[in-house]
């Protein structure tokens, strides 16, 4: 019997320690029950990790056949997953589209008003602007650009797009605003694609029509 009290103080003893030795607080957190959740992985693409078992403590239990930390692409032959593009080069877009580069002022913005939009006005180019439209331009300027929105309620001056001093303007003027911005309303360039500008421009002057 005293032998068995003996063994269970000594027990409750190592609990108490091994409990209190679990607080965190320092430089020692305490332990973690999934690191990888708590730390997530700094990928560094113009470096190469290129030993397969790299971090694959990390994620044993998962049936990759490589570490998480292995990020070299077996399908190029320097095993790169991203190349410094060439000294000089300028970026395109999808279609071949060279950036578009009208100064932000307004002789820009003179020039723009004679751009041609680059897509043809099919249903289908036509049902992604009114997309577009109602994704990033519908707070302000309303369902129907009258200038409307629900931020109207709030900020008087929202260009009401259907009426007499916007009429005329072309889909050239328009991409160019949406890139740039203009009076109270900010620059989108950085949020929308050129494509897709071209697009909200274009469903803009259906809006005019109505």
Known sequence: MQ??????????????????????????????????????????PLSQ?????AGRLVEALDNDDHGEFYNSNQYNPFRMTMRLPPPH?????????????APNDSVGLRLADKLVNPLKPTEDVLAQGKFMFESYCKHCH????????KVSEKFAGVANLKGDAYKNITEGHIFHVITYGKGMMGAHGSQVSEEDRWKIAMYVKMLQKK
């Not at 990790?49 to 078992?53: A, F, M, P, R």
């Not at 080069?89 to 580069?101: A, E, K």
């Open 89 to 101: 080069t300028v970026r395109r877009t999808s279609n071949g589209w060279l950036p578009y580069r």
């Open 49 to 53: 990790i290129t030993d397969k078992n």
């Open 3 to 44: 032998l068995i009290k003996t063994l269970g103080i000594i027990t409750g003893t190592l609990l108490v320690m091994t409990m209190a030795g679990c607080k965190a607080g320092g430089d020692y957190q305490g332990l973690e029950y999934a690191p990888n959740m708590y730390h997530s992985v700094a990928y560094e």
């Open 142 to 149: 309303g369902a129907t650009g009258g200038g409307d929105g």
